[in-house]
């Protein structure tokens, strides 16, 4: 829909007037299937390419392929060349059957979208390197996208890398929105002392990874 100028441009003027810009931030999966790298695809004899994403980077999933990479010999995996992500920077195919497990919640594919492995040092750092790249064009913040199947453990941390990307000081007008929404797993996520909880559970987690009482202030339940 335009250049990062333009997009720029545009949050500019929304500031000006007074009226601030949030990013729809979507850090719990990547796309789903792509196509595969194979000379042949596994539903005709044609090869059908990789996709690409909106930015015109192209992917290469799973879902599509057949047999063993013929570079490699590995099974087949998620590559995300622009990002970088390979094959490492994602959880294993699950499902997501359940919506009162912490591990499912955190561990499934939501829709079989491409699960993120934000228990790595690395995913949680391009996360934290993008949500400061978002900040940089002049957002006040986010709404992170299906923020409840990422454990509030990881969210801590890779709010406490962000935070370290800024030099330890989170802006005054920051807020992020995280999509947490509670319905008959309304005890898993608020009400039981468990880890999974994002109340008291996610604000001690914050707290253990760096963040102040302000900074946990500026993270909102959507």
Known sequence: MGNPESLRNMINTCRQNGVRVYADAVVNHMAGNGNDMFPTHCSGGTYWGNKNSSGGSPFWSQGFAYQNWSLTGNRPGMEFPSVPYGPNDFHCARSLNSWTDGFILNYGWLVNLADLNTETDYVRQRIADYFTALLSMGFSGFRIDAAKHISPAN????????????????????????????????????????????????????KSAGLSDSDIGKVKIW
Do not use: H, R, W
């Not at 989170?170 to 995280?178: A, K, Q, V, W």
């Open 155 to 206: 969210l801590a941390a890779i709010f406490a890398k962000f935070k370290a990307n800024l030099g330890g000081n989170i802006p005054d007008d920051f807020i992020t929105y995280l999509e947490v929404i509670i319905g008959g797993e309304k005890d898993l996520l608020m009400c039981q002392n468990n880890p999974y909880n994002y109340g008291s559970s996610f604000a001690n987690a914050m």
